[in-house]
T-cell receptor, first 111, second 114 residues
Framework: DAKTTQPPSMDCAEGRAANLPCNHS???????VYWYRQIHSQGPQYIIH???NNETNEMASLIITEDRKSSTLILPHATLRDTAVYYC????????????FGQGTILTVHP | EPEVTQTPSHQVTQMGQEVILRCVPI?????FYWYRQILGQKVEFLVS????????KSEIFDDQFSVERPDGSNFTLKIRSTKLEDSAMYFC????????????FGPGTRLTVT
């Protein structure tokens, strides 16, 4: 799996956009970027993934730089329930789908 | 919306005892996983299971661990002789198809070994 680097923690005010960065400079051409989150000891939850184009779903947007060496997960209107650990994962293509979690970014949304 | 379920939510056992953690993956999913998370640490991959056999396992998944899909719905993780260091949250996950890393996780079983 390509190595990813995320800030250990971030804060965001409720109602504002939360922008979570991830560096994955060793990503190869056919590897996707996946984002998961884990709300306090619950099971991780899939958010979104992308290859090179920007992606949006009902939960978030994913912006991937043109060189694909970094990405940003955007929660457009953060709520208190978005407080969680956010994981950026670049899975390798040779395994049977296992996910390798790093430490992630602890996002705290303040009232 | 379909979801992965796990039972029990909390299991307390004594060192050396066998435990079985149970999971019901989403019904049309074909790939199944177990992960664990020791308190305050990262989520760690244990094993993946496809077509009724283990497809990949980590170094953590030693001879004390086994997995089984005894029927069409359940997926179990057995620890034969628990150790104190097996205390952790155990998460089951499933996904519908090859080529995707979009996995659906259960709520976890908290295993406490005393």
């Amino acid at each position: 799996d390509a190595k990813t680097t995320q800030p250990p923690s971030m804060d965001c005010a409720e109602g504002r956009a939360a922008n979570l960065p991830c560096n994955h400079s060793t990503i190869s051409g056919n590897e996707y970027v996946y984002w998961y989150r884990q709300i306090h000891s619950q099971g991780p939850q899939y958010i979104i993934h992308g290859l090179k184009n920007n992606e949006t779903n009902e939960m978030a947007s994913l912006i991937i730089t043109e060189d694909r060496k970094s990405s940003t997960l955007i929660l457009p209107h953060a709520t208190l329930r978005d407080t969680a650990v956010y994981y950026c994962i670049v899975p390798g293509g040779t395994s049977y789908g296992k996910l390798t979690f790093g430490q992630g970014t602890i996002l705290t949304v303040h009232p | 919306e379909p979801e992965v379920t796990q039972t029990p939510s909390h299991q307390v056992t004594q060192m050396g005892q066998e435990v079985i953690l149970r999971c019901v993956p989403i019904s049309n999913h074909l790939y199944f996983y177990w992960y664990r998370q020791i308190l305050g640490q990262k989520v760690e991959f244990l094993v993946s299971f496809y077509n009724n056999e283990i497809s990949e396992k980590s170094e953590i998944f030693d001879d004390q661990f086994s997995v089984e899909r005894p029927d069409g719905s359940n997926f179990t993780l057995k620890i034969r002789s628990t150790k104190l260091e097996d205390s952790a949250m155990y998460f089951c996950a499933s996904k519908p198809r090859q080529g995707s890393y979009e996995q659906y996780f259960g709520p976890g079983t908290r295993l406490t070994v005393t």
